[in-house]
């Protein structure tokens, strides 16, 4: 027959094993913390698989410890919504282009210079050098944490009013652009109305005509099925468009050295990810929406596009110098 000890012993081991266990649980889940990440396209677009690597990532670095909630297709607002959410903390990574980046890193605005760059090779060398360390340094100083230069890709101008292979052609045309005063000037100095617009609100308004044409890289002109809104596509590669994984100063300082270096890693990996995907899709994208029914303009003869938005160069050095635009392209020509 059981003594009153020997239950009170073995109620007490009981006790114990569970105090011990609910304990490691606790520690288990206190460690998971959620990190959200914004971003504008959908789930299947090259943000999206720069999005999926870094989660693999930091989850694998941080053995769990970190788990990352990706929000596509502008659910946390537009680009320059979501930088605001980064500045108060209500996200704590956006993947963005550089549209709306200059409006509060003014210093980011010469990387949307048309005609800046002649190709990828030549910019993702730009970017990965001691200039984009450099532009990404003083991102850090506008209450916004860089992380890495990333990619959305050369920019080509689609509209449904008419073939353009010239900038006559482009001629009051009402363009799309993103809320960009370098990207609107460039636009206005071809001819046409730039209308500034948050990504969102683009499909809507070429589908109700509200604008006649917008300007995006083939990547996002096939994530977001343009063809359904947009018949010509002019491939002007007029600009080249970075992207960048942007933190949030409230999530980032609130992290260990360590794991700062986790989520830096986890962000060059995304960057990794994202260019694979752009070099992929720029090799397959206008076959693709050549099928599905938009009139491709291969052949563009850039020279006439190039002088006409040179303007927008000597109004950009008037506000903003000369100095950063001449080191982008002294170095570009080393790369
Ligand atoms: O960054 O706004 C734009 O046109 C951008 O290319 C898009 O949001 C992806």
Known sequence: MKTRFARRTISTAIGTVTAAALAGMAVQAQAAQ????GHTLSATSHYAVGAQAFKERLEELSDGAFTVNEHTSGS????????EGLQI???DLVITSTGPLG?????TYVLDLPFLFEDYDQARCVLDGELGDELLGKIGEHDLVGLAWTENGFRHLTNSRREVLSPADAEGLRV???ENEVHQEAFRQLGARPTP??????FTALQQGTVDGQENPITVIVATNFWEVQDHLSLTGHVYSPAIMLG???MFDGLSEEEQEWFREAARASAEATRAEVSRLEEEGVALLEENGMTVQTDIDIAPFQ??????????TSQHGSEMLERIQAEAGNC
Do not use: D, K
């Open 34 to 37: 959620e990190i959200t990440l």
């Open 76 to 83: 946390l607002g537009g680009e320059r919504e979501m930088i």
């Open 89 to 91: 903390g209500t996200v």
């Open 103 to 107: 409006n509060f890193v003014p210093e």
């Open 176 to 178: 799309r652009t993103m």
């Open 197 to 202: 617009m948050a990504f969102p609100e683009l």
């Open 248 to 250: 949030s100063p409230i």
């Open 307 to 316: 002088e006409a938005v040179q303007p927008a160069y000597e109004i950009f």
